[in-house]
Nanobody, 113 residues
């Protein structure tokens, strides 16, 4: 199974933007749905956005209209563009096949003034 490496996190002020990337060590072309998840301190991991191999997307209500997920199968990469960030978006963000698989280390996003 492909290994996943997330990057692009950091410290940003409320209202700011970040773009996360997730690069797979192998092809993601045959993975029907890839998702971005997040885990806030003391909480479980939640799916916030998903994208099919054909480009159809779905979002959690909490990020709808602010986050955009996309994928580039040729680059084995999934992206998460995050705008209008809020303190409650603070979490470690991960990507994965929504059907399961090994997790990467994630990337920390902290939204704070």
């Amino acid at each position: 199974q492909a290994q996943l490496m997330e990057s692009g996190g950091g410290l940003v002020q409320p209202g700011g933007s970040l773009r996360l990337s997730c690069v797979a060590s192998g092809s993601i072309s045959n993975i029907y749905v890839m998702g971005w998840y997040r885990q806030a301190p003391g909480k479980g991991r939640e799916l916030v956005a998903a994208v099919t191999s054909g480009g159809m997307t779905n979002y959690a209500d909490s990020v709808e209209g602010r986050f955009t997920i996309s994928r580039d199968n040729a680059k084995n990469t999934v992206y998460l563009q995050m705008t209008s960030l809020r303190p409650e978006d603070t979490a470690v963000y991960y990507c994965n096949n929504v059907k399961g698989g090994p997790w990467g280390q994630g990337t920390q996003v902290t939204v704070s003034s």
